[in-house]
């Protein structure tokens, strides 16, 4: 079946860092991959996306390329801000087998001032 | 702008008791979904609706049941709390399916005791 692997947190930043948080997964197919975000109290939203193999998503800083050589989709920022502390999700979604989201187990991200 | 409301943002049950969870959006959706989210294990999908009048089991569904009201509401049954079904519980919707994105409620913070 699909499965998303994610880096273990927590993870505890100076600002201005450079982050990567690494994705890998597992789906037949050719799946859309997804990276959500969660701020402390609220519901999941979509952070940046990528529909095919070679695809970058970006948004707010925040990059992800679909590899699909070595199946992955980590999410890189050159330079992290404290507003950035939260949970991400990498995600997938496969039209073969399971029309559902996957998501990974999150990575607590903490940015220190 | 309310996108996906959910109700309540906090409950208490003891075990045995019953409740329903409400889910409503406001943005013309067709597929609507319930997810829990547990620590360590990223968010299981429960139930999923497609379009208004059909549901869906998904990764673990026993103990829950849902209604799709109609376009807008998707509600989550629990018949029975029991303690293992302590969570935090996530409505979401989209356009056509999880390939498109996901629009994630706030989420309720359910504690069976």
């Known amino acids: 079946g699909n499965s998303v692997t994610q880096m273990e947190g927590p993870v505890t930043l100076s600002e201005e860092a450079f982050l990567t948080i690494n994705c890998t997964y597992t789906?037949?197919?050719?799946?859309?991959l997804f990276w959500y975000v969660q701020y402390p109290g609220e519901g999941l939203q979509l952070l940046l996306k990528?529909?095919?193999?070679?695809d970058k998503g970006s948004n707010k800083g925040f990059e992800a390329t679909y590899r699909k050589e070595t199946t992955s989709f980590h999410l890189e920022k050159g330079s992290v801000q404290v507003s950035d502390s939260a949970v991400y999700f990498c995600?997938?979604?496969?039209?073969?087998?399971?029309?559902?989201?996957?998501f990974g187990t999150g990575t607590r991200l903490t940015i220190i001032p | 702008n309310a996108g996906v409301t959910q109700t309540p943002k906090f409950q208490v049950l003891k075990t045995g008791q019953s409740m329903t969870l409400q889910c409503a959006q406001d943005?013309?959706?067709?597929?609507m979904y319930w997810y829990r989210q547990d620590p360590g294990m990223g968010l299981r999908l429960i139930y999923y609706?497609?379009?208004?009048?059909?549901?869906d089991k998904g990764e673990v569904p026993n103990g829950y049941n849902v209604s799709r009201l109609n376009k807008r509401e998707f509600s989550l049954r629990l018949e029975s709390a029991a303690p293992s079904q302590t969570s935090v519980y996530f409505c979401?919707?989209?356009?056509?399916?999880?390939?498109?994105?996901?629009?994630f409620g706030q989420g309720t913070r359910l504690t069976v005791v």
């Open positions: 979401a919707s989209s356009v056509t399916g999880p390939r498109s994105e996901a629009f």
């Open positions: 789906a037949t197919g050719y799946p859309s």
């Open positions: 990528a529909t095919k193999a070679d």
């Open positions: 995600a997938l979604f496969s039209n073969f087998g399971n029309e559902k989201l996957t």
């Open positions: 943005m013309n959706h067709n597929s």
């Open positions: 609706s497609a379009s208004e009048g059909t549901t």
